[in-house]
Each structure stands twice: as structure tokens, then as C-alpha cells.
């Protein structure tokens, strides 16, 4: 075991001792830490008794630093002007400076859209900082921030411990995405007529229920199933396979696929609130909240909803 806690020492010891040495006299010393003559006094024989030798001596009326004290106090005070500075002075957080890696929990639905803008962000303000983006769901948020796994998540979720915080970004509602040239929901798109085509599902579970099945009870024909949207506008450009998304994945898809069309569905879907999450215990950690405010940012700017709630 290191020698540093093989031992015991008190350190409020010591800072009875600099002020003693600086102070000149139990009584001076007394006045200046707000502690009566007796506690300084037995303060003193404790800290004597640990180092094991003395370490004032008589001069006149007050007290003077002998050998073995002279060296103590070299070498303590600027220890303990250090410790206090440390537990005083808040830490400064430079994002122009700062090497920070940061570990973001992201929804599969939200890195196009988000990551590209928080790139930019970090590449002007903080060059130097990193991010280690994981997947994270509604099924394994929670676990991710309190393992430590993730700093700070974007995702949806149900309940979680109150050593959780969350905020609320946007709340948007699915739509149907489609290609035009294959499939055709027809003029009336009714519900008879969603369930006529096949389907392209994402599923967090690997089987073959979805949003769809789970709010509705419905059952669709589903073609495939697939657990990220990452592939789903590959997937419904070129076929008649229809695809239930989110808003904010339809318009990314068709930003980059052109061809294809949404549509509103013949049903609601209500789904939940997209959210941001972190750790309580890192509410005060600067760098976090930097990166905090930025998705927060972006998220207004992106979504549907112009206000975010604090929950």
C-alpha cells in the first residue's frame, strides 16, 4: 500500500500549526482561526505527537519554530495554499483551448441532422475537443449515464431515476414515407389502403413490431425489419415498400433523396418527446454545459418546436 495512507494525519492539524507559526503565539493564532486558546494548544500537542518531535520552542512571551518546525512549515504552507486554492477557485473551462472528450448518446434518428452541426460548432469555437458518439434508445439510456458511459444523451425515453435531468427539445409526430413511382397511397390515404403495401419497420428489438404494432396494436406486412433508420430511404427508394418515420428522419432523407414523397398518415401516432439527458452530478461541469447548450441550440433550429421545457 503507498505510504500516503498507511498513515493518518488530519490535515486541519497543519493549518493550525502555519497559522501558530505565522501568528507567533497560541493566543494570536487562537483569534485568527475563531478557536479558543485550549483547542489551539491541543491541536498543537496532537500534530507534536504525530510528527514526533517538537516543533515550537519558548522565545520571550510568544512561540518560535524549532528546526524540525522551520522544515515543516516550508514544506506544508504552499501545500495548503494549493489545496485551498483548488477547492476555492472555480475550474476554468477555455473552449478554444480545452481537449475535452466528450461521450454523447445519440438516437440513430438524430445523428444526420444533429452531429454535422455540432462538428461545425466545435471545428470554429472548440477545435480541439472530441466527441465518442454511442447508440443510445429509450431502452438503454438510463444504464448509458449511469455507468458513466455517456455524458450526455439525445434521445427519447420513459421513466428514469431522479439522478437523471432531462429537458425537453421537441415532441413531432410520424409520417409515411414513400416512392411515388412504386407505391401509391392514393388521393385518400386511408387506413385500408396503409396496410394494402408493405412495409420497411424499425425495430430496437430485432423482430418484426414497430411503432405501428406497438401504439395501434395493428400488424402490418412487413417486409423487413431494420434497427437503425440509417438505411431506410435506400430501402424505400426504388420499391413500393412504405416506411413509418419521424418527421425530422423524413425530410433528412428526402433532403438527399429527392424522389421521394411523405405523406400524412391515416392515424395517429402520437410517439414521444425527443429529449436531452445528463447526469446530476455533472450540472456543473462547463465543458458538458457547453456542449449541452449547443445541441440545445440546434435542436430549436432543427425541430418543429421553437421552445425547449425543462422537466
Same mark, same amino acid.
Request: with cysteine; proline share 6%; glycine share 6%.
Given at each position: %500500500?503507498?505510504?500516503?495512507?498507511? +498513515?493518518?494525519?488530519?490535515?486541519? #492539524?497543519?493549518? $493550525? ?11 494570536? &493564532? ?19 505527537? &504525530? ?6 520552542? *519558548? ?8 528546526? *524540525?518546525?522551520? +522544515?515543516? =512549515?516550508?514544506? &506544508? ?28 448518446? #445519440? ?7 444533429? =452531429?454535422?452541426?455540432?462538428?461545425? $460548432?466545435?471545428?470554429?469555437? !472548440?477545435?480541439? %475537443? ?5 447508440? !443510445? ?12 458511459? $455517456?455524458?450526455?444523451? %439525445? ?13 425537453? =427539445? ?12 412504386? @407505391? ?10 396503409? #396496410? ?12 418484426? *413490431?414497430? $411503432? ?8 402490418? +406486412? ?17 420499391? @413500393? ?6 418527421? %425530422? ?11 421521394? *414523397?411523405?405523406? +400524412? =398518415? ?35 433550429? &432543427? ?9
Amino acid at each position: %500500500m503507498n505510504a500516503l495512507y498507511e +498513515k493518518s494525519l488530519d490535515l486541519n #492539524l497543519l493549518r $493550525v500549526f502555519v497559522v501558530v507559526a505565522e501568528a507567533g503565539s497560541v493566543t494570536a &493564532a487562537a483569534a485568527r482561526l475563531y478557536l479558543t486558546q485550549p483547542a489551539v494548544s491541543a491541536a498543537l500537542r496532537r500534530l507534536t505527537e &504525530a510528527v514526533g518531535a517538537p516543533l515550537f520552542v *519558548r522565545s520571550g512571551r510568544g512561540l518560535a519554530l524549532s528546526a *524540525r518546525g522551520r +522544515k515543516l =512549515l516550508a514544506t &506544508a504552507r504552499p501545500h495548503l495554499e494549493a489545496l485551498v486554492e483548488a477547492a476555492l477557485s472555480p475550474a476554468a473551462f477555455d473552449p478554444g483551448t480545452s481537449e475535452r472528450t466528450v461521450r454523447l448518446g #445519440l438516437s440513430d434518428a438524430s445523428e444526420s441532422w444533429l =452531429l454535422p452541426r455540432l462538428l461545425d $460548432v466545435l471545428a470554429r469555437e !472548440a477545435p480541439r %475537443m472530441r466527441l465518442v458518439v454511442l447508440p !443510445a434508445q429509450f431502452r438503454n439510456v438510463g444504464a448509458l449515464l449511469s455507468s458513466s458511459a $455517456v455524458d450526455v444523451a %439525445m434521445t427519447v425515453a420513459d421513466e428514469l431515476p431522479p439522478s437523471i435531468r432531462r429537458l425537453k =427539445l421537441f415532441h413531432e409526430g410520424f409520417v409515411c414515407l414513400y416512392d411515388p413511382r412504386h @407505391a401509391r397511397p392514393g388521393r385518400r390515404f386511408t387506413l385500408a389502403r396503409y #396496410l394494402e403495401h408493405e412495409h420497411v419497420i424499425v425495430s430496437y428489438n430485432g423482430d418484426l *413490431r414497430g $411503432v405501428v404494432e406497438d401504439a395501434l396494436g395493428l400488424q402490418r +406486412k412487413v417486409r423487413v425489419s431494420i434497427p437503425s433508420f440509417h438505411g431506410v430511404g435506400e430501402l424505400v427508394e426504388g420499391s @413500393a415498400l412504405l416506411a413509418t418515420v419521424p418527421g %425530422m428522419v423524413a425530410r433528412q432523407v428526402v433532403a438527399l433523396r429527392p424522389a421521394l *414523397r411523405t405523406v +400524412k =398518415l391515416p392515424f395517429e401516432v402520437e410517439g414521444s418527446p425527443l429529449e436531452l439527458f445528463w447526469r446530476v452530478t455533472s450540472e456543473d461541469d462547463e465543458a458538458l454545459r457547453f456542449i449541452r447548450e449547443h445541441v440545445v441550440r440546434i435542436a430549436r433550429s &432543427a425541430g418543429p418546436s421553437s421552445r425547449a421545457v425543462l422537466l
